[in-house]
C-alpha cells in the first residue's frame, strides 16, 4: 500500500540521530515533521516569487498573489467546502476559535446563555468560550467523558435546550485518539437553531474531512499538525455565518474604503484578514495538503490504524503499563501510565534512546482530572511512522522499567 522506504525518504529529519541513535519521531500529535516539498515551496517562494500580495500591480505581487489564493482553492477542496470565500487564513485552530468567539457568539450571547462543550476539550477550545462566557454572565455545559475514552453522548438531548448558543466540539481527541462521530449531534444542534464549531486540529491529518456531509458551520485546524509550518491556519465558515460577523482584527487589507468617519470593509474572506498574511505559510500548507493527498487520506488512515493496532497489542505485554482511553474508534495515539514511574522521566529516558515522545497533561486538564492522573505519556504516531520503530518504542519502555524499577 506505501512505499514506505521512499515515503521516509521525502522528511529529511528521519534521517537524523539523537544522541547516537536513529530518530524515532512519536510527538506528531504535538506537530508533524515536513516532507520536503514543503520545505522547497518555502525556498521557491523567497527565492523566485516573493513580494507582498493583492494590490500590487507588479509581476512579484501579482504571482505571490497567485499562489496564495490558490493555496486558499487547495484547502476548499481538500476539506469539500462549498466555496473558497468560506477559507479564512489564521495562524491556526487557536486563532481561528478566538475569532469565532469574538467575531460572531460575542455579540450573540446573553446572560443565562450557554455553550456546549466535551469533557475531552483542548484547552484552546475551552479558554476562549471560558472568558467569553465570564464577560457575558454565560456558562459552559460539559457533555461527559466515559471511562474507556468515549463521550457519553446519551447525555445530549439532557444538555442541548434553548439556552445553549453554540457548540463546540472536537473531531478527535489530541490525548486519547477517540475520533468522535459527530452527524447526530450536529443534526441535533441545527433541529435547535444552534450552530457547531468542530475542532478538527487532530483529525485534518488522518481521515478525510468533507465539511459539507458534516454539515458543521465552523471548522478549524492548524497547518503544522498535516505537515505544513506553524504560524499558518484555517478557519472554515459557511459563508452565510461570514457575511454577518463583524471583522476580528482591523487594518490593512480587510477594507475597500477608509475615512476618519467611516470605514467600508473587504467582502469574505479578506474581511478577516487584517495585515499582511502568512504569504509563505499559506503557500507550504498548499503544498503539504497535495502531498497528503497525493498518498490518499483514506490510504493514510488504513496504514495508520495498522500501526495502532500492533502498537496496542504490544503496549499492552508490557507489564505495569495502563492505557489511558479506549475509546471503540480512535486515531493513532496511545496514552500510558507507567505503574509508580512519572511520565516526565518516562519522556527523558526514552529520549536518551531517541524516541521522541509527549509527557505532560497536553493541554486537556479535565482529562487527566477524568481519569485521575497528573500525566500521561503519549505515543502519537503517524504515516512514516513503521512497526519496527514501534517494536523500538517498547524497547525504551522497557529500559524506562529496568532503570526506574
Not at 475569532?99 to 484552546?124: F, K, Q, T, W
Not at 472568558?131 to 444538555?159: C, T, Y
Not at 488522518?206 to 484555517?234: E, R
Request: glycine share 6%; charged share 20%; hydrophobic share 40%.
Amino acid at each position: 500500500m506505501f512505499d514506505i522506504k521512499k515515503i521516509r525518504k521525502d522528511f529529511p529529519i528521519l534521517s537524523k540521530e539523537i544522541y547516537g541513535k536513529p530518530l524515532i519521531y512519536a510527538d506528531n500529535a504535538a506537530s508533524t515533521q515536513k516532507p520536503q516539498p514543503v520545505i522547497d515551496s518555502i525556498v521557491d517562494l523567497y527565492s523566485n516569487n516573493y513580494a507582498n500580495i493583492h494590490r500590487g500591480v507588479h509581476y512579484l505581487s501579482r504571482e505571490s498573489t497567485k499562489l496564495y489564493e490558490s493555496a486558499r482553492e487547495t484547502v476548499q477542496k481538500f476539506i469539500q467546502a462549498a466555496s473558497a470565500r468560506e477559507i479564512v487564513f489564521v495562524r491556526g485552530a487557536t486563532e481561528a476559535i478566538n475569532l469565532v468567539a469574538s467575531s460572531y457568539l460575542e455579540p450573540r450571547l446573553n446572560a443565562g446563555d450557554e455553550i456546549l462543550l466535551s469533557e475531552m476539550e483542548h484547552h484552546s477550545n475551552i479558554i476562549p468560550w471560558q472568558l467569553l462566557a465570564e464577560r457575558h454572565q454565560a456558562k459552559l455545559s460539559i457533555i461527559p467523558l466515559l471511562e474507556n475514552g468515549d463521550l457519553d453522548f446519551s447525555q445530549v438531548p439532557r444538555l442541548l435546550n434553548s439556552r445553549v448558543k453554540m457548540v463546540a466540539i472536537t473531531q478527535m481527541s489530541n490525548s486519547l485518539g477517540t475520533i468522535n462521530k459527530l452527524d447526530t449531534l450536529v443534526q441535533r444542534a441545527h433541529d435547535l437553531g444552534i450552530p457547531v464549531l468542530v475542532d478538527g486540529a487532530q483529525s485534518i491529518a488522518h481521515f478525510p474531512i468533507d465539511v459539507q456531509a458534516l454539515d458543521c458551520d465552523f471548522f478549524v485546524f492548524s497547518g503544522h499538525k498535516i505537515y505544513g509550518p506553524t504560524g499558518i491556519g484555517v478557519l472554515y465558515a459557511k459563508q452565510i455565518f461570514l457575511e454577518s460577523m463583524r471583522p476580528y482584527q482591523g487594518g490593512g487589507d480587510m477594507i475597500l474604503d477608509v475615512s476618519f468617519e467611516k470605514t467600508e470593509f473587504n467582502e469574505i474572506p479578506y474581511k478577516f484578514e487584517a495585515g499582511t498574511p502568512n504569504i509563505s505559510g499559506a503557500i507550504a500548507l498548499s503544498s503539504a495538503l497535495n502531498y497528503v493527498s497525493a498518498l490518499g487520506l483514506q490510504n493514510i488512515d488504513r496504514y495508520e490504524r495498522e500501526l495502532l493496532a500492533y502498537a496496542t497489542k504490544q503496549f499492552e505485554q508490557i507489564e505495569g503499563l495502563r492505557i489511558i482511553g479506549k475509546a471503540r474508534n480512535k486515531g493513532s495515539i496511545i496514552s500510558f501510565v507507567l505503574e509508580g514511574i512519572h511520565p516526565h522521566d518516562v519522556g527523558t529516558i526514552m529520549d536518551m534512546e531517541g524516541v521522541a515522545v509527549r509527557t505532560g497533561h497536553h493541554c486537556t486538564q479535565p482529562v487527566m482530572e477524568c481519569y485521575q492522573v497528573p500525566a500521561t505519556t503519549r505515543v502519537s504516531l503517524a504515516f512514516y511512522n513503521t512497526k519496527a520503530e514501534i517494536d523500538s518504542i517498547c524497547s525504551a519502555i522497557l529500559k524506562v522499567k529496568e532503570l526506574m524499577g
